[in-house]
């Protein structure tokens, strides 16, 4: 199983760098770019409602899980 970041497809909807994301939920720009390409190990929830309550969207907007099987 994975979890799948697609929070550049939300930011890009909104029009809205991740730079202006940074500054309004305030969590560095490093941070957010770690959770976009998919490489955070793990998210605090206050972190994901800030990013929801400013992109006005569902977790499940920006994280999808997707089964896989291994061989």
């Given amino acids: ?3 799948v970041i697609k929070l550049d497809v939300v ?4 029009k809205m760098k991740l730079k202006e994301l940074s500054e309004i939920v ?9 959770l976009k390409q ?3 190990k793990a998210i605090r929830f206050s972190t994901l409602n800030a990013i929801c309550s400013t992109l006005n ?15």
Avoid at 61 to 70: A, L, N, P, R, S
Wanted: net charge negative; aromatic share 2%; hydrophobic share 40%.
């Fill in 57 to 71: 969207c569902q977790p499940g907007d920006i994280m999808e899980h997707i089964d896989y099987i291994k061989n």
């Fill in 26 to 34: 305030g969590v560095s720009t490093v941070n957010l770019s770690i």
């Fill in 1 to 3: 199983m994975a979890i």
């Fill in 38 to 40: 998919g490489k955070v």
């Fill in 11 to 14: 930011l890009a909807e909104r």
